[in-house]
């Protein structure tokens, strides 16, 4: 992480507090990092992302591998000082190239589906939100370019079992992790009794 403005504390009631970077963020450079690999032909160690916010953030890489028309890379989730259950899960992402000229998002090991309405997605598809879904996508097409396709894979093994949480349901989502937040990094201090999300969500 060498984002000047990332590094700097946030102050909260006088207290410095360690920025972190969201399961989105994770979910981004791991799908950026796979497409680069698959198109490159070998192995990257270190990604960087611009957060919807704006913040740069350089991440290590790990579990690189790419063989033939597919990658998969995963990023360590890494909560700063303010932690949910998702700190220090390994998010992954596998890329695999074709030929329809369509990026195609899924959720694998780990990810929840929407099971009802009125979270903003389609009932039956990946708990995924809108905005790191578009960044995974956006992320995708830079590196494989305008024409090709790619069917994008969103997965976190530790994921199910994280969810498992007195307080997990009643997101409208299956048992796994689920992408929600839209900034990319994490700058603030959540009001935790207040907090209207799993501790397992994907932010």
Known sequence: MSDQTFDAPVWHHGKALRKGYTTGSCATAAAKV??????????????SIV???GVTLCLNVESPHVEGQQA???IRKDGGDDVDATHGMLIFARVTLNDSGEISL????????????????PTG????????????????REAIGPTRGAQVEIFA??????AQK???PGWGSSAGSRLSAPRGSLPRCRKRAGSARSPSSWR
Do not use: C, F, W
């Open 34 to 47: 796979a497409a680069l690999m698959v198109m490159r032909q070998h192995l990257i160690h270190q990604v």
């Open 51 to 53: 957060t919807p916010s």
């Open 72 to 74: 998969v890379a995963a």
């Open 106 to 121: 899924q959720g694998g090991e780990g990810i929840g589906t929407v099971t009802r309405k009125g979270i903003g997605l």
């Open 125 to 140: 598809s990946p708990a995924i939100n809108r905005t790191p879904r578009h960044t995974i996508e956006t992320a995708v």
């Open 157 to 162: 093994p530790e994921g199910v079992l994280r």
């Open 166 to 168: 007195p307080i997990t």
